[in-house]
T-cell receptor, first 115, second 111 residues
Framework: EAGVTQFPSHSVIEKGQTVTLRCDPISGHDNLYWYRRVMGKEIKFLLHFVKESKQDESGMPNNRFLAERTGGTYSTLKVQPAELEDSGVYFC?????????????FGPGTRLTVL | SQQGEEDPQALSIQEGENATMNCSYKTSINNLQWYRQNSGRGLVHLILIRSNEREKHSGRLRVTLDTSKKSSSLLITASRAADTASYFCATIGGSNYKLTFGKGTLLTVNP
């Protein structure tokens, strides 16, 4: 069974440009999450999808970030325009259900570097 | 907000030795989980301990949880070079899905 995949693995862009990250969850997982780790800080929750609906987007830093999950399968996270402080590793995770005891399976992450 | 904080930030040991990492958090939790991240890889779930449990084992891993002190420890016995990775604790509280991570402990096991 394929795990959570993310594309690209690494992206280097200049400040002001747009970048779109993609996450493919484990097949059949209705729940999809985005987290990110900026340099030297903790991994922080960004948002949670249940199928195509945003269950919780309280962790999104500002309106330059837009996440979508059309059709309830893969998800994209767009940063427009990118700023220097957006550099970090963006992780995607998925789970079958949601709730305290549902394990979240993480992808390898996308390392974003904004110059 | 609750936050897991690992201690130490970095740990270097010799193969065969035991490694102990600690984690503290600030608010009430439903469970606490430990994850490992190898360089360039995703986060791998190691073990989950529920708030009403005090100790849990999985292979060479032993996790303890002390809710009165709001702390947990992860013990890796008979460490191997392949255990070299960053280890994170993460808690889930009232939201039931939002993981709150600490900054992690970088463990280096020297052959």
């Amino acid at each position: 069974e394929a795990g959570v995949t993310q594309f690209p693995s690494h992206s280097v862009i200049e400040k002001g440009q747009t970048v779109t990250l993609r996450c493919d969850p484990i097949s059949g997982h209705d729940n999809l999450y985005w987290y990110r780790r900026v340099m030297g800080k903790e991994i922080k929750f960004l948002l949670h999808f249940v199928k195509e609906s945003k269950q919780d987007e309280s962790g999104m830093p500002n309106n330059r970030f837009l996440a979508e999950r059309t059709g309830g399968t893969y998800s994209t996270l767009k940063v427009q325009p990118a700023e220097l402080e957006d550099s970090g590793v963006y992780f995607c995770a998925s789970s079958l259900g949601w709730g305290t005891y549902n394990e979240q399976f993480f992808g390898p992450g996308t390392r974003l570097t904004v110059l | 907000s609750q936050q897991g904080e690992e201690d130490p930030q970095a740990l270097s040991i010799q193969e065969g030795e035991n490694a102990t990492m600690n984690c503290s958090y600030k608010t009430s939790i439903n469970n606490l989980q430990w994850y490992r991240q190898n360089s360039g890889r995703g986060l791998v779930h190691l073990i989950l301990i529920r708030s009403n449990e005090r100790e849990k084992h999985s292979g060479r891993l032993r996790v303890t949880l002390d809710t009165s002190k709001k702390s947990s420890s992860l013990l890796i016995t008979a460490s191997r070079a392949a255990d070299t990775a960053s280890y994170f604790c993460a808690t889930i509280g009232g939201s039931n899905y939002k993981l709150t991570f600490g900054k992690g402990t970088l463990l280096t096991v020297n052959p």
